[in-house]
């Protein structure tokens, strides 16, 4: 079940904040790139930050995986072409793409500066649109793939206290940008499908949504995310990484341009009200 030895996986944003290697709170891509390289995949881990995919190379490597990382700015199409060319040079493949990179910045049509907008349509948009553009091509040669966008409730369910406009656009955006991906290359093998994570406990939360919207108090901010969570609390990378593993496996093999959002049924909660 859900085998993944003998396949090629290329994560992004394969690092997390917080590059502790003794941390035990985990970003997405860390967690995703960890259980994709224990189900047998080798996994090519891109980061912006080197020294955080080095960390996530360095744990896969200690429980006898095969990881190569390479320092990547996915909004830079050059070095995503170079990177997928690495992958490929070293790997020989890319069976798997997990579109991981994303992030909010605060603000509503009026208050976010116009070049934030841009930025965050990069950071969550583009970073999708490079890894596709470069790694569908490898994959339309293969005949099969699996490609999974990383998008976020924040694109389901406003909240009217915090406005991230840009966030929500453009992770609702990514619903569309999978659907409109995975009917183009469906008659090719290749699928994709987009995960909607919830309000999960990860290294984000702990090293920067607590200096940003937690006043620095930590506690306060996980007894109030937990408690806006039908289940009482937080999910985390895990719960995402499995997710992320069972659209990228053969077991999912009939399943193309769809979602499953993991959130504890925080937006079914909110849509009953
Ligand atoms: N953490 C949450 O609670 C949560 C909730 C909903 C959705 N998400 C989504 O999950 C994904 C991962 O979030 P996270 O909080 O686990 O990630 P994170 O903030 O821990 O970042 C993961 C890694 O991405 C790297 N990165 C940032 N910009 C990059 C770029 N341009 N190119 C390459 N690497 C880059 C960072 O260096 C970091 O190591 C994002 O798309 C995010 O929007 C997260």
């Not at 047998?40 to 996530?56: H, I, P």
């Not at 108090?217 to 609390?233: H, K, S, V």
Request: glycine content about 10%; proline content about 2%.
């Amino acid at each position: 079940m859900l085998d993944l030895r003998g396949k090629i996986a290329f994560v992004t944003g394969a690092g997390s904040v917080g590059d502790d290697p003794d941390a035990t709170i985990w970003g997405n891509g860390k967690a995703t790139a960890v259980l994709l390289a224990r189900q047998g995949a080798k996994v090519f881990g891109v980061d912006l930050r080197q020294e955080a995919a080095d960390v996530t190379k360095a744990i896969i490597e200690r429980e006898g995986g095969t990881c190569a990382t390479r320092s990547v700015d996915m909004t830079n199409a050059k070095q995503v072409e170079a990177a997928v060319e690495h992958c490929v040079g070293q790997f020989g493949s890319i069976d798997i793409l997990v579109n991981n990179v994303g992030g909010s910045a605060p603000g509503s049509a009026v208050t976010m500066p116009e070049e934030v907008w841009d930025s965050q349509l990069d950071h969550n948009l583009k970073t999708a649109f490079l890894g596709c553009k470069y790694v569908i091509p490898v994959m339309e040669k293969q005949g099969k793939g699996a490609i999974v966008n990383l998008a976020s409730i924040a694109g389901l369910s406003m909240s009217a206290d915090r406005a991230h406009i840009a966030y929500s656009t453009t992770k609702l955006g990514l619903f569309a940008f999978s659907k409109s991906t995975a009917i183009t290359y469906a008659a090719q093998g290749i699928r994709c499908n987009t995960v909607v994570p919830g309000l999960m406990h990860t290294a984000l939360v702990e090293h920067r949504l607590a200096k940003t919207i937690g006043a620095n108090d930590l506690q306060g901010l996980i007894d109030r995310r937990n408690a806006q969570c039908p289940t009482g609390e937080m999910g985390n990378a895990w719960d995402i990484a499995h997710a992320v593993l069972f659209l990228a496996s053969d077991e999912a093999r009939y399943i193309t341009g769809t979602e499953i959002i993991v959130d504890g049924g925080l937006t079914t909660a909110r849509s009953n009200v």
